[in-house]
């Protein structure tokens, strides 16, 4: 095999493997209007229509949400999901103070580690890594019993729908308790959605 025949065929090789890569990858709109941290705040959750996410929280959110601050915080999700193989997905959620947040809940917030734009938005973003579950049947229905505005995030998926299959959802639901995460079983709090169209 000459030279030139080898790299025609290293380079066909290459194009090969990467369309299979792009043949993969597919995007879909997930809706959701839950957005919910574990008890523990070790753990935020957005549980959608079609999946539940669960990502591990950096230490600025977890102190976030036992802040003084706490009742005048919402969440957005500013750019998609990227789920990978195993179900790893990504994103970005910003944290942002309500209007009527007092300047003693927006001192602390800076003090914390939040950032404020020009026009006096206070605000943290994270970046966020955990994972992508099935929903239980219990858990999918106490979900959306309790939407009231449904919202929307882009998501990027390149994980296989057989091995997504495989990762059945840790969170439940628990008589007179409500969605909870399992192992252990850490109570779920509601967090208020803010900033994205419905």
């Known amino acids: 095999m000459t030279l030139p025949t080898l790299l025609r065929a290293l380079i066909l090789g290459a194009l090969v493997i990467a369309l299979s890569a792009c043949a993969s990858t597919r995007r879909y709109t997930e809706t959701f209007s839950t957005l919910g941290m574990s008890s523990d705040a070790r753990m935020f959750v957005v549980l959608g229509e079609r999946y539940h996410y669960i ?21 957005e999700m500013i750019r998609p999901f990227n789920v990978a193989a195993g179900g790893k997905t990504s994103g970005y959620v910003r944290l942002q103070l309500t209007p009527d947040a007092t ?26 890594v955990g994972s992508r579950y099935v929903p239980r049947p219990d858990a999918a229905a106490a979900a959306s019993m309790q939407l009231h505005k449904r919202y929307e995030v882009q998501v990027t998926d390149s994980q296989s729908s057989a091995e997504a299959l495989k990762l059945l959802s840790p969170i439940y639901m628990a008589a007179g308790v409500g969605l909870v995460v399992a192992n252990p079983a850490i109570l779920l709090m509601t967090l208020p959605v803010a900033g994205l169209k419905p």
Do not use: C, N
């Open 103 to 128: 300047a003693q809940d927006k001192a602390e917030a800076r003090k914390l580690g939040y950032g404020e734009t020009q026009d006096g938005l206070i605000y943290y973003t994270a970046f966020m």
């Open 55 to 75: 990502f591990d929280t950096d230490p600025v959110m977890a102190a976030s949400f036992g802040a003084g601050f706490r009742r005048h915080l919402t969440a």
